[in-house]
């Protein structure tokens, strides 16, 4: 009887599956390709025969190095369901894969796990990995004698290598051409761009210990003078909200209803984000560092701005309803609520941002100090947008209640979408509230999200695509501020140059100095230039 499938040889193996995953796995590169190469002439079409010869040639280079005895078949069949389960979400959402999008994985919560985990995503790892694998397992490799096989292996290795560099050599210009204007395309070859990626993560991850790099060592506090009552900022970190679906900055929706009747409320509607995924920009925005030398594995190595808050004699809390603090927070009091199982705010295993505000009332009353909270939201984060918000928000309908966002019209989306900002609007009108029915203090609030989001536009999804391909809307983030009036006369603010000066461009490099400076905190490290709020404090008054 003869057997159901045919034995290979280890080479012919490795090139099954190379154009497996050239053929099946990189629609996305493909798709990508193509749109770079249109209007599609007779040197476009060129240039993808070539691309899939040195695609191919490539992985099959690469899968010659793992075929052998033993740890051929279980090497292979890892790549395939791993690269199955990534191209799913590349094409369900239009990401890219790098070493930020990677670490943007790792440090996900279970809850947004939970929303990512669909049935579609089970068929397709099912269909695509699944099904190469079982052949894969059926099918008898036929190895040679040892040092035959060596030889041969060599042989087949230098023949692909040949074609590699002829492949190469012929469309240099092309390909260098293409691959430095369009860098976005390495990250969009699978699996090399999540091997490599995650590769570069873990060695980061796992490289030596630092020694903790201080910085404001001079930080000393101005105590105000003419009343008792401490000051207290409360520092909410939005999640992925967009500036253009934020009301006041001109969106035709009324998604800030509350905050737009908010006396005394400075709207900033230019500011960018320093990342486009939480991991980045929440420790960015913390650091004295600028974005274009901000590192996020050093980043754990060096204190922030809530290490020289406290330096300073300022009280500082953290809370957190989102995945963590991503390390910002690891020396200063910190509550993270979102294992929260309160029925009064948690629901199938995550919470609703109020349960940042439980207490914020009474804890306010009993402070002494001059202070900081920061309350970490969960915000808009998808792609299960319906399931951010309590059911009285959802205002804008139908909307979208799957995580699956293809299944859905861009109009059903955005309804969910702009729910979580309907939230978010009447969260903030409600710190402030608290803040205003607090005579104990003077109080303050400064809302920043930490980046925006992709809600469809040219098939783009969610969030951290590479910084300098992402569009706006993952860059271009809303910003508010309140101060009471008597933080407004001990400090010095003037209210009609606050209101004037928001129109300027601002980015997340400008939150630590302007925190610095809100709080009276004296140290060379403080850059002026920065502070948002400067040019409208008088000097004076302390």
């Not at 995650?198 to 001079?218: C, E, F, G, M, V």
């Not at 140290?523 to 002026?528: A, D, G, L, R, S």
Request: net charge positive; proline share 6%; aromatic share 10%.
């Amino acid at each position: 009887m003869k057997p159901l499938f045919r034995p290979l040889r280890p080479e012919w193996l490795s090139l099954c599956v190379s154009l497996l995953f050239v053929v099946f796995f990189n629609w996305p590169f493909w798709q990508r390709l193509l749109a770079v190469l249109q209007p599609l002439d007779g040197h476009g079409i060129r240039m993808l025969g070539m691309a899939f010869v040195l695609v191919t040639a490539f992985f099959n280079l690469l899968l010659l190095l793992l075929v052998w005895p033993k740890i051929g078949k279980p090497l292979l069949t890892a790549l395939l369901l791993t690269t199955a389960a990534v191209t799913y979400f590349m094409t369900q959402y239009g990401v890219l894969i790098d070493m930020n999008m990677v670490r943007n994985a790792m440090q996900t919560d279970g809850a947004e796990v939970r929303d990512l985990l669909t049935v579609k995503m089970a068929l397709t790892v099912l269909l695509l990995g699944g099904l190469p694998s079982w052949w894969l397992w059926k099918t008898p490799l036929l190895f040679r004698a040892p040092l035959k096989e060596v030889g041969m292996r060599s042989v087949a290795l230098l023949a692909t290598a040949g074609v590699l560099v002829a492949v190469a050599m012929i469309g240099y210009q092309d390909f260098a051409s293409l691959f430095r204007n369009h860098r976005e395309l390495r990250f969009a070859l699978t699996p090399t761009n999540y091997v490599q990626a995650t590769s570069s993560y873990i060695k980061r991850a796992t490289a030596k210990p630092q020694p903790l790099q201080r910085i404001a060592l001079d930080a000393r506090r101005v105590l105000a003078t003419g009343s008792s009552k401490p000051r207290v900022l409360v520092l909410v970190v939005g999640e992925t909200a967009r500036a253009d679906h934020f009301s006041l900055n001109g969106y035709a929706r009324p998604t800030n209803p509350k905050l737009s009747q908010v006396a005394g409320l400075i709207n900033y509607p230019d500011v960018w984000s320093c990342g486009t995924e939480t991991a980045i920009s929440v420790p960015c925005m913390f650091s004295s560092l600028p974005r274009d030398k901000f590192d996020a594995e050093q980043a754990k190595h060096r204190e922030n701005l809530l290490d020289v808050l406290v330096r300073a004699g300022v009280k500082v809390n953290w809370r957190d309803n989102n995945s963590g603090c991503k390390e910002v927070c690891k020396r200063v009091v910190s509550s993270m609520l979102y294992d929260s199982t309160d029925p009064q705010y948690c629901t199938d295993g995550e919470c609703r941002d109020d349960i940042l505000l439980e207490g914020l009332a009474v804890k306010l009353q009993n402070l002494r100090e001059d202070s900081v909270i920061v309350l970490h939201q969960k915000g808009s984060h998808g792609p299960a947008y319906y399931k951010r918000y309590p059911p009285a928000f959802e205002r804008f309908k139908p909307v979208c209640r799957t995580s699956e966002l293809q299944k859905c019209s861009q109009g059903d989306i955005v309804n969910a979408f702009d729910n979580t900002i309907l939230y978010t609007d009447d969260f903030l009108s409600r710190v402030i509230a608290t803040l205003q029915a607090a005579p104990e203090v003077a109080g303050s609030m400064i809302y920043l999200s930490d980046h925006g989001e992709s809600l469809g536009e040219s098939n783009l999804y969610l969030h951290a695509a590479p910084y300098l391909i992402a569009p706006d809307a993952q860059k271009h983030v809303p910003m508010v501020a309140w101060f009471s009036p008597l933080w407004q006369q001990r400090s010095g603010l003037d209210q009609a140059c606050l209101q004037a000066s928001s129109k300027q461009r601002y980015s997340q490099d400008n939150l630590f100095h302007s925190v610095l400076g809100l709080m009276q905190i004296h140290t060379t490290v403080y850059e002026k230039p920065l502070d948002m709020f400067a040019t409208c404090r008088r000097a004076a008054e302390v």
